[in-house]
């Protein structure tokens, strides 16, 4: 027998089901900073070069410092004299690279030392999806001040909550940057928060700089990473972030970064000036965006605001609403160019079905081959995911694109898979699947299957744009053209908050799909980039701010 299911026209009522909740009773109890481990850490000094580079802006070619480099030194190398430390890895650095280009013409005297910073990675406790007790990794990173810097007035302006965007390869989580970094990645570009500027010393008191960044790797990921990954499981993913940045912040004030022979944590990190703002908030892209959006429903729903001073959240591209996405996915867009079924990511739905399976109460009792179809599951895609605990077989995002780019020359393949690695969602799925989700997209009736409700409902748990009313600003920046993460999730955000509390909206300053326009989002050759922007109008700071989408 069929049922009228409300879900049909978008009321989500007869499947509807309250957030996917987490344990909270030892939330308010003071962490012990003995249960947090620091497991390494290097200063890290950009190496820069000027290079000439059209300016978008006035047409003309100008000279301007481009990070081509960076310089580590590990903290146990340093001594009670870092800047000799860094002098001499510079003049072994600068003879290794005229030896390796002895035929060039290249004058390695133009390059020069810009900025530095502390990179740590350190362990921490929190829970997994039953409560009980996990140890779990992040990153962080934080300015290198001198005493003179110090005495000249600078100070830790905030504390940033960085949530990384998906990846399925655990060489790419943030506690490794420091090892096997990718130089494009959000990890790297978020430690320009921590330090003073991108290749150009920016003011002290400029609130996008000289913070301190916390970048938790996510369970699945680090030192969790032969445990599945809770993919969208949004309050777990907070509540694990969450915790990472109280030990990290407890790790930072007390002092526990040293060196073999001497602290080399700031040792100004007690005083009651040691911050100039204080203030967090929580920034992030593709996934990171709706981890950071999840950050802020954790805090304030949790009443963390005064231990946490939050300011707002600042999202690119995050999948706020994981239904919305998946009707995206069975509709043509001109706007984005879209095809009807087609999965520009094949390994999206993988990553969110699996997730689901991995986590919810309601997926327990269901089988990946209850959802996707057997020619699907034959590309080795949910392999490929958990693999990403083996360093020889782990695979990145790219890596799994160009895995489906090969198997479309197999005949096997052809219907469901093409050249440039996208794939139909009719061949992914099965055909209650598909049935299922096509009607659900034409908002008509839909069918009976007790295991497409349950994974609706499933996704309705996690969906960050209903529930809970934001008590701080939120700032949006997506892509009209992102067919991964379709700007549904942006529409679905902006519908639910706008009129109820300060939000910000940028959707015109990218062109690109999704990988691309998370890229845009952080980083602007010339002008300044959207997080920035953002980011300095949490803090009212300076003239080129976004004026609220709600005025």
């Known amino acids: 027998m069929k049922r009228f299911n409300l879900a049909a026209m978008g009321l989500l009522v007869m499947l509807a089901v309250s957030a996917q909740n987490v344990e909270t009773a030892d939330l308010h109890q003071p962490v012990n900073v003995n249960d947090a481990v620091v497991t390494g850490g290097v200063l890290r000094t950009q190496v820069l070069r000027d290079s000439l580079m059209m300016n978008s802006e006035t047409g003309?070619?100008?000279?301007?410092?481009?990070?081509?480099?960076?310089?580590?030194?590990?903290?146990?190398?340093?001594?009670?004299?870092?800047?000799?430390?860094i002098e001499a890895a510079k003049v072994a650095r600068r003879s290794a690279m005229h030896r390796a280009n002895a035929s060039s013409s290249l004058d390695f005297g133009d390059y020069y030392s810009g900025v530095a910073y502390y990179l740590y990675t350190f362990n921490y406790p929190s829970i997994d999806k039953h409560g009980n007790r996990i140890i779990l990794s992040s990153l962080m990173a934080f300015p290198y001040f001198t005493e003179s810097n110090w005495n000249d007035?600078?100070?830790?302006?905030?504390?940033?909550?960085?949530?990384?965007?998906?990846?399925?390869?655990?060489?790419?989580?943030?506690?490794?940057?420091?090892?096997?970094?990718?130089?494009?990645?959000?990890?790297?570009?978020?430690?320009?928060?921590?330090?003073?500027?991108?290749g150009v010393r920016k003011d002290k008191d400029d609130p996008a700089y000289y913070n301190v960044l916390i970048m938790p790797d996510y369970e699945g990921y680090g030192v969790t990473k032969d445990r599945p990954h809770p993919y969208l499981y949004q309050e777990l993913?907070?509540?694990?972030?969450?915790?990472?940045?109280?030990?990290?912040?407890?790790?930072?004030?007390q002092g526990r970064f040293t060196g073999k022979k001497e602290s080399v944590s700031?040792?100004?990190?007690?005083?009651?000036?040691?911050?100039?703002?204080?203030?967090?908030?929580?920034?992030?892209?593709?996934?990171?965006?709706?981890v950071a959006m999840a950050v802020q429903r954790f805090i304030e729903q949790n009443n963390l605001t005064e231990e946490l001073p939050f300011k707002g959240s600042v999202c690119a591209d995050g999948p706020y609403d994981p239904v919305a996405t998946l009707r995206y996915y069975?509709?043509?867009?001109?706007?984005?160019?879209?095809?009807?079924?087609?999965?520009?990511?094949?390994?999206?739905?993988?990553?969110?079905?699996?997730?689901?399976?991995?986590?919810?109460?309601?997926?327990?009792?269901?089988?990946?081959?209850?959802?996707?179809?057997?020619?699907?599951?034959?590309?080795?895609?949910?392999?490929?995911?958990?693999?990403?605990?083996?360093?020889?077989?782990?695979?990145?995002?790219?890596?799994?694109?160009?895995?489906l780019e090969n198997l479309s020359k197999n005949e096997k393949y052809k219907d469901m898979l093409t050249s440039d690695g996208r794939a139909k969602l009719e061949y992914v799925l099965t055909p209650r699947g598909w049935d299922y989700m096509t009607k659900l997209a034409e908002y008509k009736e839909l069918p009976d299957y007790e295991e497409m409700n349950d994974l609706i409902s499933a996704l309705e748990s996690n969906n960050l744009t209903k529930g809970w009313i934001p008590q701080?600003?939120?700032?949006?920046?997506?892509?009209?053209?992102?067919?991964?993460?379709?700007?549904?999730?942006?529409?679905?955000?902006?519908?639910?908050?706008?009129?109820k509390v300060t939000f910000y909206l940028d959707d015109r300053s990218t062109n690109s799909d999704h990988i691309d326009a998370c890229t845009d989002f952080m980083f602007n050759a010339w002008g300044t980039s959207p997080d920035i922007k953002f980011i300095r109008t949490l803090f009212n700071y300076g003239n080129n701010q976004y004026s609220p989408y709600n005025n």
């Open 330 to 403: 069975m509709r043509e867009s001109k706007v984005s160019g879209h095809e009807a079924g087609e999965l520009t990511m094949p390994v999206a739905i993988a990553l969110i079905i699996k997730g689901m399976l991995d986590t919810n109460p309601l997926m327990m009792k269901y089988k990946p081959t209850d959802f996707f179809s057997q020619l699907f599951l034959d590309t080795g895609i949910l392999t490929i995911i958990a693999d990403k605990q083996y360093p020889s077989l782990e695979m990145t995002t790219d890596d799994v694109k160009e895995h």
């Open 153 to 198: 007035g600078y100070r830790f302006n905030n504390i940033v909550i960085g949530c990384h965007c998906t990846i399925t390869s655990n060489k790419e989580c943030p506690s490794l940057y420091p090892e096997d970094g990718f130089f494009k990645s959000d990890v790297n570009m978020m430690q320009y928060y921590a330090s003073w500027g991108k």
């Open 472 to 499: 701080n600003p939120v700032c949006l920046f997506h892509s009209l053209h992102d067919t991964v993460v379709p700007y549904d999730n942006c529409v679905s955000a902006r519908d639910a908050f706008n009129n």
């Open 237 to 253: 993913t907070a509540r694990q972030v969450i915790d990472g940045v109280r030990y990290g912040i407890a790790l930072f004030k």
């Open 60 to 85: 003309q070619m100008e000279k301007t410092p481009v990070v081509v480099d960076y310089l580590d030194v590990p903290v146990d190398e340093l001594g009670s004299k870092p800047e000799e430390a």
């Open 266 to 290: 700031p040792q100004w990190a007690q005083r009651s000036d040691a911050f100039r703002y204080g203030k967090y908030f929580s920034v992030g892209a593709s996934q990171g965006g709706s």
